[in-house]
């Protein structure tokens, strides 16, 4: 069901003040430019399914099973290799540093610490932080 305009002027209106109140947390949930996949990546990645193919057809002409495994785990490791962007951080944001806003490591402790800070944000957002 699509949103009134008086809705959607409200969404529009929220958003903006969400990068306005907090530009780290807005960019975080903001959507992501689609990884880059090189040529060269799929070629590799045709190339591997290709030759696995081969071996599975070889594989199904001589009684070996095992062969038509391998084949079977090749092609796929190629397909995948081929889908798959490069690995490595492909954004900064994730970076090893003290952000404490983005959804990296920050989020993995188990004290609750996290939490804790996103309520006192919240808290202090709304005004009703009872500390104050």
């Known amino acids: 069901m699509p949103l009134s305009e008086h809705e959607q002027k409200m969404l529009d209106e929220m ?10 947390l807005a960019r975080a949930f903001a959507p992501k430019s689609p990884p880059r996949r090189s040529g060269r990546r799929i070629l590799i990645g045709l190339g591997a399914v290709v030759v696995g193919l081969g071996v599975l057809v070889l594989a199904v002409s001589l009684p070996a099973v095992w062969l038509g495994v391998i084949a079977f785990i090749g092609m796929l490791t190629g397909a995948v290799y081929a889908v798959t962007a490069p690995g490595g951080s492909s954004e900064g944001d994730s970076s090893p ?13 188990g004290d609750g610490t996290f939490m804790r800070k996103m309520e006192e944000r919240w808290e202090k957002r709304a005004g009703d932080d009872p500390r104050l």
Not at 15 to 24: G, N, S, T
Not at 97 to 109: E, L
């Open 15 to 24: 958003e903006r003040q969400l990068f306005a109140d907090d530009p780290r």
């Open 97 to 109: 540093g003290n952000g404490g806003g983005g959804a990296g490591p920050a989020t993995s402790g």
